[in-house]
């Protein structure tokens, strides 16, 4: 069975830093983009960045130049730093990746279970 496991999330307080993990584990063979996405009460779920396996990052306008993404290849994880955080930032934050499963014939979507983060003072 293939899965994403999250970790990191939590409380902080507006202006800090928290710094989310999510490995895949599994029968995969190759995966292609690796990705956070995030859902805030009462609103769809948006990107907040994503890294294909070369390293070439997309990121939400909102959490540039705040947020890095990262992965270990060898590892098949993904990280997400994310600093100065805001109030706005409180969401579900979902990882997500394409991935080639051992014996596939396409790519498949796989998601995290999410975890929350909450900036509060």
């Known amino acids: 069975q293939v899965q994403l496991v999250e970790s990191g999330g939590g409380l902080v307080q507006p202006g800090g830093s928290l710094r989310l993990s999510c490995a895949a584990s599994?029968?995969?063979?190759?995966?292609?983009?690796m990705g956070w996405y995030r859902q805030a009460p009462g609103k769809q779920r948006e990107l907040v960045a994503r890294?294909?396996?070369?390293?070439?990052?997309e990121y939400a306008d909102s959490v540039k130049s705040r947020f890095t993404i990262s992965r270990d290849n060898a590892k098949n994880t993904v990280y997400l730093q994310m600093n100065s955080l805001k109030p706005e930032d409180t969401a579900v934050y979902y990882c997500?990746?394409?991935?080639w499963g051992t014996g596939a014939t396409r790519w498949l979507a796989l998601w995290g279970q999410g975890t929350l983060v909450t900036v509060s003072s």
């Open positions: 890294i294909a396996g070369g390293g070439a990052t």
């Open positions: 997500n990746c394409d991935y």
């Open positions: 599994g029968s995969i063979f190759t995966i292609n983009y």
